[in-house]
């Protein structure tokens, strides 16, 4: 649905405790791989439960919504599709010049979608100044997002990790003329980074992510402010009625991404199937005859390894619980998702020493433990040993369990953001008024004062 319209000025309207009218940006949103369709939809439910009317601006693939969200779809070419990707629809089928902008990056090896999206989402935007009150760009990071500012249009951006760090890890990876094609399509990445520095304030998952957004894009430590995620307790929860699968082990990663971490654990698996009876479950969906689904036939997995994809929280939520132990193998994370599910589940979980993953994870190895990323036989020997040791992971579902429920709730996170929502529209308002002072969390504060 696009609304047109011909006011130059947005309407004023107080903040405070008052509802507030949220656009909330999405280049793309799939449900159960990326994090950004589940950031997306957890967010923009609970934020419609505190009272707030919240639109979705997304791109395809579009986010399943919970009842109270109003979903505005800003079609791109869908030049990505999982059916038929990297292939341009016929000519007469393209409508504008953005159009032919995402057509001629793709073609040229570029990734366009952030680009691109900003610009649609800055044009119908502009042509709606009065319908709200606050927009909140969730990591598209493009130039059309300095139009939005420009507007005067108060402007919140969540940044989950910089993807400088992705590009960097896959270059590593790339051999040949592969190196010249991943900073190609990796092209992106130089205008987040231009574009962040001009953006206050930036909500950050975690102060690890922090701490990379600054030195990877040059961001002000003072424009950042913690804000984490969440779970949603109402299908990842423990669940006595589902029996752990004796060997079962669980991982919610992109397959193919080298950050995911998914080789070294495909790794870790096919020693321990030596040993014992083990099934790894991954819920992702691989490229038929890519990097990962070759690496299951080269180590003699395929009767071993089970790929899922398309399945609804309930189910995985059910998938989680169903498993003795869960893996997060990652080489970076901003904040992961796919532990604090785990967690929440009262799942036995193993993570890697990398990123955000100690500060969701805990170092005290009371909720989970953590491991240095990419060595397969010292992931093995952790799985044998919470897999021998049944009190251990009886110890470690409840501890997770708690640690969910003390610090991470979308509930909590909807609270959260309407306070920088407010805070921000009243300083780009001028009237001081809203929360009231620097509601940034303590650490943050004291970077921002030179401690």
């Given at each position: 649905?696009?609304?047109?319209?011909?006011?130059?000025?947005?309407?004023?309207?107080?903040?405070?405790?008052?509802?507030?009218?949220?656009a909330?940006?999405?280049y793309?949103?799939?449900?159960?791989?990326?994090?950004?369709?589940?950031y997306?939809?957890?967010?923009?439910?609970?934020?419609?439960?505190?009272?707030?009317?919240?639109?979705?601006?997304?791109?395809?693939?579009?986010?399943?919504?919970?009842?109270?969200?109003?979903?505005?779809?800003?079609?791109?070419?869908?030049?990505?599709?999982?059916?038929?990707?990297?292939?341009?629809?016929?000519?007469?089928?393209?409508?504008?010049?953005?159009?032919?902008?995402?057509?001629?990056?793709?073609?040229?090896?570029?990734?366009?979608?952030?680009?691109?999206?900003?610009?649609?989402?800055?044009?119908?935007?502009?042509?709606?100044?009065?319908?709200?009150?606050?927009?909140?760009?969730?990591?598209?990071?493009?130039?059309?997002?300095?139009?939005?500012?420009?507007?005067?249009?108060?402007?919140?951006?969540?940044?989950?990790?910089?993807?400088?760090?992705?590009?960097?890890?896959?270059?590593?990876?790339?051999?040949?003329?592969?190196?010249?094609s991943k900073?190609?399509?990796?092209?992106?990445?130089?205008?987040?980074?231009?574009?962040?520095?001009?953006?206050?304030?930036?909500?950050?998952?975690?102060?690890?992510?922090?701490?990379?957004?600054?030195?990877?894009?040059?961001?002000?430590?003072?424009?950042?402010?913690?804000?984490?995620?969440?779970?949603?307790?109402?299908?990842?929860?423990?669940r006595?009625?589902?029996?752990?699968?004796?060997?079962?082990?669980?991982?919610?990663?992109?397959?193919?991404?080298?950050?995911?971490?998914?080789?070294?654990?495909?790794?870790?698996?096919?020693?321990?199937?030596?040993?014992?009876?083990?099934?790894?479950?991954?819920?992702?969906?691989?490229?038929?005859g890519g990097?990962?689904?070759?690496?299951?036939?080269?180590?003699?997995?395929?009767?071993?390894?089970?790929?899922?994809?398309?399945?609804?929280?309930?189910?995985?939520?059910?998938?989680?619980?169903?498993?003795?132990?869960?893996?997060?193998?990652?080489f970076?994370?901003?904040?992961?998702?796919?532990?604090?599910?785990?967690?929440?589940?009262?799942?036995?979980?193993?993570?890697?020493?990398?990123?955000?993953?100690?500060?969701?994870?805990?170092?005290?190895?009371?909720?989970?433990?953590?491991?240095?990323?990419?060595?397969?036989?010292?992931?093995?020997a952790?799985?044998?040993?919470?897999?021998?040791?049944?009190?251990?992971?009886?110890?470690?579902?409840?501890?997770?369990?708690?640690?969910?429920?003390?610090?991470?709730?979308?509930?909590?996170?909807?609270?959260?953001?309407?306070?920088?929502?407010?805070?921000?529209?009243?300083?780009?308002?001028?009237?001081?008024?809203?929360?009231?002072?620097?509601?940034r969390p303590?650490?943050?504060?004291?970077?921002?004062?030179?401690?």
């Amino acid at each position: 649905m696009t609304q047109s319209g011909t006011s130059t000025e947005p309407t004023p309207r107080p903040s405070g405790d008052r509802p507030l009218r949220v656009a909330l940006l999405s280049y793309r949103s799939k449900q159960h791989v990326g994090g950004q369709g589940v950031y997306v939809r957890h967010l923009s439910r609970e934020l419609a439960a505190l009272g707030h009317e919240v639109t979705v601006f997304s791109g395809q693939p579009y986010p399943v919504l919970d009842e109270g969200v109003t979903l505005e779809k800003l079609p791109s070419l869908d030049l990505y599709n999982d059916v038929n990707p990297f292939v341009a629809p016929p000519v007469r089928q393209w409508r504008d010049w953005i159009d032919v902008l995402e057509v001629v990056t793709m073609w040229t090896a570029g990734f366009p979608e952030p680009l691109t999206y900003s610009l649609r989402a800055n044009r119908e935007l502009r042509r709606r100044l009065g319908d709200f009150d606050v927009v909140h760009d969730n990591q598209t990071l493009g130039w059309g997002l300095l139009g939005v500012k420009s507007a005067g249009i108060p402007l919140v951006t969540t940044i989950h990790h910089p993807i400088s760090v992705d590009r960097r890890i896959e270059l590593e990876e790339a051999k040949g003329l592969q190196k010249l094609s991943k900073r190609r399509w990796y092209g992106f990445v130089k205008m987040q980074a231009r574009v962040a520095r001009k953006l206050d304030p930036i909500l950050v998952p975690s102060q690890s992510s922090a701490d990379d957004i600054a030195r990877e894009f040059g961001v002000a430590p003072a424009t950042m402010e913690v804000t984490p995620l969440g779970v949603d307790t109402r299908y990842f929860h423990p669940r006595t009625e589902v029996e752990r699968v004796p060997g079962r082990i669980v991982c919610t990663a992109s397959a193919d991404s080298p950050l995911k971490g998914v080789s070294v654990l495909l790794r870790a698996a096919a020693k321990l199937a030596t040993e014992r009876d083990v099934t790894l479950t991954i819920v992702s969906k691989p490229k038929p005859g890519g990097p990962t689904d070759q690496l299951v036939d080269e180590l003699g997995l395929r009767d071993r390894v089970e790929f899922v994809s398309g399945i609804g929280d309930r189910e995985l939520g059910e998938l989680i619980s169903s498993a003795q132990v869960a893996v997060v193998p990652s080489f970076y994370e901003g904040f992961s998702l796919p532990a604090v599910e785990a967690m929440a589940c009262g799942t036995p979980l193993i993570a890697s020493h990398a990123g955000a993953l100690p500060e969701v994870v805990g170092t005290d190895g009371v909720a989970g433990r953590l491991i240095p990323p990419g060595d397969p036989e010292l992931l093995a020997a952790e799985l044998t040993s919470l897999f021998d040791d049944d009190a251990e992971r009886e110890r470690m579902s409840a501890a997770a369990w708690r640690r969910v429920q003390e610090r991470f709730t979308w509930k909590a996170v909807a609270e959260l953001t309407a306070q920088r929502y407010a805070s921000t529209i009243d300083a780009v308002k001028g009237t001081g008024a809203g929360t009231g002072g620097d509601t940034r969390p303590a650490p943050v504060r004291a970077r921002a004062n030179g401690a």
